[in-house]
């Protein structure tokens, strides 16, 4: 269905819908709030997630419970050093030879054909595996044989990744990481979270019965034409300009620590993801415009991973979270 056909959604509907999906995830996972908000966050605004965190934290069962809970097909890909590209986007096939003797091909395709797509541990493939997503995640298609097949919709990849000092792992290319609206953390859990956690899945009851959906694919879509209708002010789009501008080191408003540890800034598509993820936390609030403050909110996981840092960064031990974190407290709301 076209945007432009699909029946008007309020914004206090929006929110309900959105605080009872958050609910549903909730109930699979323990804690890992901010997690759960940044990857309904790109679900609706037509994004893509990429967590990161130590491995049996919960990212690949979080993507489960949030395509349960919208009712939504999802296929997992295990990403492993001997992955093809094939594997992912799918190959045409040779079958038996047809009457006049002629082999007859099929395109089979691959798991990336679903609503929701878990890249577990994308960043234990090689690079040239890694780039088989590419046209996927920007143009919603894929190309095999010289034909171009369009994706479901709605299309949503959520990439789960190891910390990559940890053995095994290559960096994700610079272009795969642009890719991704929000790059989002899995923090290891407090004491209280361990133990429910413990308590939850070795007892008696370890699996619980699945949830039911609370949205569909449809409701998805309402809610992303919600999104891009919310109303943003030439001052709010101007400071998430200013500040992607201010993480150049090569701009006039770079500060100190841009200039000495940051080598490559934030593409255009930065400036995008805070526009539109601020759209989305506005509306989670309860509010229809985008103000600064949301725009200050999601800049952490919406500039971290757009960040090439230098290896001055790297020696120092100095984070692309310190670095988005300074400059946004650094940027003055509003040019004198």
């Known amino acids: 269905m076209a945007s432009d056909e699909l029946e008007p959604l309020e914004p206090e509907e929006f929110r309900r819908v959105a605080t ?30 990429l967590l990161e965190g130590v491995p049996g934290l919960g990212k690949t069962t979080m993507a489960r419970a949030l395509a349960a809970a919208l009712d939504l097909e ?22 038996q030879s047809g009457a006049g003797g002629e082999a007859l091909l099929r395109f089979e395709p691959g798991p990336v054909f679903a609503n929701v797509v878990i890249a577990d541990e994308i960043n234990r493939a090689a690079p040239r595996t890694q780039s088989a997503l590419l046209e996927a995640m920007q143009e919603r298609t894929v190309t095999t044989a010289n034909t171009t097949r369009q994706l479901p ?19 994700l290319p610079e272009a ?4 991704f609206l929000l790059k989002l953390r899995f923090e290891f859990p407090p004491v209280g979270e ?42 709010v789009i101007d400071y998430a300009s200013r500040l992607v501008l201010s993480l150049h080191p090569d701009s006039p408003d770079a500060g100190d620590g841009v200039r000495r ?56 031990d100095v984070s692309a979270d310190e670095i988005v974190s300074e400059a946004v407290e650094a940027l003055p709301r509003e040019l004198s």
């Open 74 to 95: 999802p296929k997992r890909i295990q990403f492993t050093p001997d992955l093809m590209p094939a594997d992912i986007t799918g190959t045409t096939v040779a079958l």
């Open 194 to 235: 361990l133990n429910t956690m413990v308590e939850r899945t070795t007892g008696v009851a370890a699996e619980p019965p699945p949830e039911a959906a609370v949205a569909d694919g449809a409701m998805v879509a309402r809610m992303g034409a919600l999104v891009r209708a919310v109303p943003a002010a030439h001052h």
């Open 176 to 179: 795969e990481r642009d890719r």
């Open 20 to 49: 009872a999906i958050e609910e549903a995830v909730g109930r699979s996972i323990i804690g890992q709030r901010d997690a759960v908000r940044g990857a309904l966050i790109c679900l609706v605004a037509g994004g893509h997630a």
């Open 153 to 171: 919709d709605p299309f949503f990849v959520l990439a789960t990744q190891n910390p990559v000092e940890m053995y095994g792992t290559y960096p």
């Open 261 to 316: 540890f940051v080598r490559l800034g934030p593409s255009p598509r930065g400036a995008q993801a805070l526009a539109l993820a601020g759209r989305v936390a506005a509306l989670m609030d309860g509010r229809y415009s985008l103000a600064i403050d949301d725009v200050r909110a999601v800049a952490l996981p919406s500039l971290r991973h757009r960040l090439v840092l230098s290896i001055d960064a790297e020696r120092q």
